[in-house]
Structure formats: C-alpha cells, structure tokens
C-alpha cells in the first residue's frame, strides 16, 4: 500500500468539497477493486479504513475535479483530471511546475494582508492588464483570496469577476506551504493529464477498464426552468445530458460513480444503477437555504 503524505490534500477551499465523504468514498471505491485484486479479508480491512486501492495501472479520471478532495485521498499513479474553471486548473498547473515562486507570492500576500489590500487584489481583474498576469501570479492571487474571503466561496458576477466579499478571519492561512508542496511532489511524480474544459471530453474518451469518478454541481430541483441559470451553470438538462454519458461509459465496461443531491430526478435518471444514501454537511454554498446537513447520492455501476 502506498502510505499518503499527511499534507496531501485540498489546497483550496471548494463549494462541494468532498473532504467529509472521503470515507464512504473509499469504502466504495475499494468495492470496485474485490474482483480484479483479489483482496483477503484481512487486506480489505486495513485498505477500507485507510486508502483506497486501485490497481497500479488502473486509469482514474476525475471531470469535475474541484479541489481535488477525492483525487488527493485515491493518489491514483495515472490520472486525468478537468475542470471548466480556468483559474483552478492554472493553480493545479502551476502548483505542478512552479510551486516555488507560488509559494514566494503568497507569503507576500499573507504579509500584505489587510481588508484593503483585500478588495485592492479582488478588485485585479476589472483591470486590462489583468490578462497580462503570469500564470503563477494569477494562481496565487486566486488561492489568496479563496484563503481570505467569504467562506471560500468562489463567485464571479455577470461580467466574470470575482465578487465574494471580504471574510474577517482572524488569522487565515494564506500560505500553506507544507499542502503546495505535497500536491507539486503528487502532480510532478505521477503520470496526470491536467485539462481544462468540459467534462464530456475527458469523460468520453475513458477507455474500458477506466475509473471516472462524477462530482458534479449539485442537482438543485427549485429551478423555474429546465435550462434556466443554474449553480455552476450546470443547468438540469446537463444533469440529464450527464446521466447518459453514465449509461454510455457503463456499457463500454468503464467503473463509473457518481455524487449527487439526493433529489426525485437522480432516482429517475439512475434507477438501474445502484444508489446509497449519505449525509453531508454542506458548510459552502452561494444560497443560504442550501448550507447544512443535507442528504447525497452516491451512485455506482458495480453491486
Ligand atoms: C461539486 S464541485 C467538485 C468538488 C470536488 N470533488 C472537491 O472535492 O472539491 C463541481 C466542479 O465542477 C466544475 N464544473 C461545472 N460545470 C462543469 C462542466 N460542464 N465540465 C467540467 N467541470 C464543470 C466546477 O467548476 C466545480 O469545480
């Protein structure tokens, strides 16, 4: 068993962070893993209490990666990961390639930090030379203010700037040097394909014998209409679009599961597939009425 590094985990606070699920998860993932490994029972144990075991060659592809909760506590040695926000792949890239002066940029934010200079960064991409930042700079300025704002709540107005309010935290840690480090030695060392973009990209091309792990936004029923804005943009009908693509990849032998709301519509969509109810905590979310305990799906096409 390949021991993980205790500081390799989310560097980035992120609405639908799988953090509290991460045990269930890997109980479930382990149950995939019983046919081709071979487990005794004694392995088995050990293995769901502490990581989760996919096969050394085994592919995971991960189409709504996030923070990276669930990809961090697998470590899979091969991996395709995607997002459609470009900033965060920027920070996964740069965190990959050049953590070092990340690392240096941030402790010059942390000692900058005030609720002036706050806003004085947020307010950086209303500005034309924005576009022009480095990669690494725009990296850190994103994972400064997620690290500083409002419940590390990621929200963009209309116009596609960042508009969470200051957070007040007394002392945030702005630079978690040990965490940067340990996902650049995860990324650097291991073979990951960091795309950004949609998920039906990655998702499609899992070839048999693959791993997709969905997490996608939640499901979030009280919608006036079926296409109509939704959170993340990710309106019914991609739920509905999305729930075929799972239908495709299980025929094609591809392991796939599935995280959700626990609402009517994933019953209907995946009724021939096998679903657990769990309890979350859901501390982020843009509407109030959507934050605390809460009940989830977690759907899989392997019994
Ligand atoms: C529930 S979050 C994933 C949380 C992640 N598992 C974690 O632990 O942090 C959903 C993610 O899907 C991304 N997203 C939204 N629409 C997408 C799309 N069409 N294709 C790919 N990613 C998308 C969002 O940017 C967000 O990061």
Redesign the pocket.
Known sequence: MTLRPPHLK?F?K??????QLLPVIRATLNSTQLNSTQLNSTQLNSTQLNSTQLNSTQLYI??????????FDVMPSRAVI????AL?ITCYRVIRQDVHELIERLEAHAAAHTEDYFYTIRAEDRDESYDAQSPVAQAARLIYLNKTCFNGL?RVNRSGYFNTPYGAYRDPVICDAPVLRAVHCYLRDNDVTILH????IPAREAPPGALV?F????HTPNQRNFTQYAA???TEA?QVELAAVFRQLSAKGVDCLL?NSDTPLMHALYADFHIDIVRATRAINARASERGAVNEVLIRNWS
């Open positions: 989310p980035l992120w609405a639908g962070g799988k953090r991960e189409p709504f990666v996030g923070a990276g909760a669930v990809l995607n997002d459609t926000n965060l990621y973009g949609d998920y039906t792990y997490d996608p936004p939640y993340d943009g990710f991609n995280s």
